[in-house]
């Protein structure tokens, strides 16, 4: 059974830091793409991040790049989001999220952890 188990979030003042991190369980990790989704209060989930498991390929939406940077650890199964310089407008739950290299839909996904940006 995938498991994937999200940590890290908190409450942070803008210009801030946090890094969070999912471990994943359950899966053959490096034929997975991982992705980093948020989801605001009233607004729909929307993709943060993503990361190739055999050549660690990131791609960032354009609202997070050049401030977040995705990476993973393969042998450990772990991927982790590291946040920068962060804006009020970046306060959502982040769900860690998988999917095989030879399906095009995530559909594994954590429980989502909580990140708050205080301006």
């Known amino acids: 059974q995938v498991q994937l188990v999200e940590s890290g979030g908190g409450l942070v003042q803008a210009g801030g830091s946090l890094r969070l991190a999912c471990a994943a369980s359950?899966?053959?990790?490096?034929?997975?793409?991982m992705g980093w989704f948020r989801q605001a209060p009233g607004k729909e989930r929307e993709f943060v991040a993503s990361?190739?498991?055999?050549?660690?390929?990131?791609d960032y939406s354009n609202s997070v790049r050049g401030r977040f940077t995705i990476s993973r650890d393969n042998t450990a199964n772990m991927v982790y989001l590291q946040m920068n310089s962060l804006k009020p407008e970046d306060t959502a739950v982040y769900y860690c999220?998988?999917?095989?290299?030879?399906?095009?839909?995530?559909?594994?996904w954590g429980q989502g952890t909580q990140v708050t940006v205080s301006s």
């Open positions: 359950g899966l053959s990790f490096s034929n997975y793409i």
């Open positions: 999220a998988a999917r095989s290299i030879w399906s095009s839909e995530y559909n594994c």
């Open positions: 990361i190739v498991g055999s050549t660690d390929t990131p």
